[in-house]
């Protein structure tokens, strides 16, 4: 059975910083591209950042470039987001997903983890 679980959300003050974690299980970690997402209700879900299944290779939206890294260990079946100078339109639930195109093809989605940005 595949688990995508994210942790590390909460509520910061702009400008703060907060550090997701995605744990995987039931999957061959380091065969997946993996990617966050996020969502805020009324909203189509928008990616965030991407990285390759080496964490050779890393892309992100521009709403995020210079304040998010997406990064993963793949010793750990972990991905991580570490986002910096948070701002409140980062206000979202975020949401890991593992997606392989190739054989064993798969696309799976952790539950979420709500980020808050307020002061």
């Known amino acids: 059975q595949v688990q995508l679980v994210e942790s590390g959300g909460g509520l910061v003050q702009p400008g703060g910083s907060l550090r997701l974690s995605c744990a995987a299980s039931?999957?061959?970690?380091?065969?997946?591209?993996m990617h966050w997402y996020r969502q805020v209700p009324g909203k189509e879900r928008e990616l965030v950042a991407a990285?390759?299944?080496?964490?050779?290779?890393?892309n992100y939206a521009d709403s995020v470039k210079g304040r998010f890294t997406i990064s993963r260990d793949n010793a750990k079946n972990t991905m991580y987001l570490q986002m910096n100078s948070l701002k409140p339109e980062d206000t979202a639930v975020y949401y890991c997903?593992?997606?392989?195109?190739?054989?064993?093809?798969?696309?799976?989605w952790g539950q979420g983890t709500q980020v808050t940005v307020s002061s």
């Open positions: 997903n593992a997606r392989r195109t190739t054989l064993p093809i798969g696309n799976y």
């Open positions: 039931g999957i061959t970690f380091s065969m997946y591209f």
């Open positions: 990285i390759s299944s080496a964490g050779s290779s890393t």
